[in-house]
């Protein structure tokens, strides 16, 4: 099998002040360490999956930290599960702490429950139920509403990239502008094909492809 292999005692550097691009269009691309491997960006950092992403620390944890902005997690079409051994604390230094659901609400421990469904109250205890307070005061009925968040879409697509005779154009370097910003840059597989490009909302894509050391861009709108 033909191929290229490149070995030093001291190490090899890759560096060039245009972009870098490691590709394959039909297999895997691999990086492997010994001991720590460092991706830093001096601006954003985009990870895309047509399958699944893993991710998993086996001594030591893992931290998700975001020192100016929001943190969003969202499972847009299953079940959201967190998990721990031991205790889970959440926690708001400044804010509140809001739990809502449509159907039902049920805190659970040691068998003793309060469940929330169709605007009733369960209290339920195979021991004893303590109710401390200063004073205990009975109204008429009251109900509160939240507004449930909106949970985004999403959209994605893949293009083949063909050439004016119409033949598609394998293992083409290529790159592609969102309008929201996002860039991804490629190599396409041996059918010609892009990587499968994922927005919020439906958007014009810019398309750029290297032709003689010069980027050659066209506009892809949506259907």
Known sequence: QPGVL???PSGIGVVSPEAVCLA????SVGIIAAHNADISAGHDITATAQGGISVVAKEAGIQLKSAGGKIELHAQGNDLHALAKTDVKIESIQGRVEISAPQELVLNCGG??????DGDIELGAPGNVYLKASHVEKTQGASLHTPASPLPAGYAAGYTLKDHAQAAMPFARYRVTTQQGDVFNGVTDRDGRTMSVNTLVPGDLKVELLSSEKWISFLLRPN
């Open 6 to 8: 490149l070995h030093a």
């Open 24 to 27: 394959s269009g039909a297999e």
């Open 112 to 117: 003793a429950y309060i469940r929330l469904k």
